[in-house]
């Protein structure tokens, strides 16, 4: 069965959710481009990362919404109607966005040594690598948390 574009329910609830979290306008754009454009919602912008919700097919619209569930956003119960959006929920891949927000950051911070950042993921985290989306805000807010507290890089 062919995906058709976003229903109106699931813009609203997406809307919700990020105002719920506190989600900026950068960090909607980032979970927004982690998603192509798909013929049956806009055939011109195909193949481009959305830009908007309204650019989401109706999966992209539930996997998004199960997203935000798995960062606190209480509406419903995530979904788990087929096997390929159960697997998404269990073990998220950290995203493009997420992984390159994670760069900026690391690149913000002044480390001590040449490998501060691997020390800081293994002793504070208790990770070797960023391997799923969970990880990944773990390590954003990590990272955001260093700088609040003075370990910016000097400009």
């Not at 830009?51 to 097919?57: A, N, Q, R, V």
């Not at 390590?139 to 003075?150: C, F, Q």
Request: hydrophobic share 35%; aromatic share 6%; with cysteine.
């Amino acid at each position: 069965m062919p995906d058709s574009a976003i229903t109106r329910k699931q813009l609203k609830a997406l809307h919700a959710g990020f105002r719920f979290l506190s989600i900026n306008r950068v960090e909607k754009l980032g979970y927004l481009g982690s998603y192509l454009i798909l013929p049956c919602v806009d055939r011109e912008l195909a193949g481009r990362p959305a830009e908007s919700t309204k650019h989401l097919s109706r999966r992209q619209a539930r996997q998004l919404i199960t997203r935000l569930q798995q960062r606190g956003f209480p509406i419903g119960r995530p979904y788990s109607g087929s096997p390929v959006d159960r697997s998404h929920m269990d073990a998220t891949i950290a995203t493009p966005a997420q992984s390159a927000q994670v760069k900026r950051l690391r690149e913000e911070i002044a480390w001590r040594t040449e490998h501060g950042f691997e020390a800081w993921l293994m002793t504070r985290l208790s990770m070797e690598r960023i391997r799923t989306f969970a990880d990944a805000e773990r390590v954003i807010e990590g990272l955001k948390g260093l700088k609040r507290h003075g370990h910016a890089a000097a400009e």
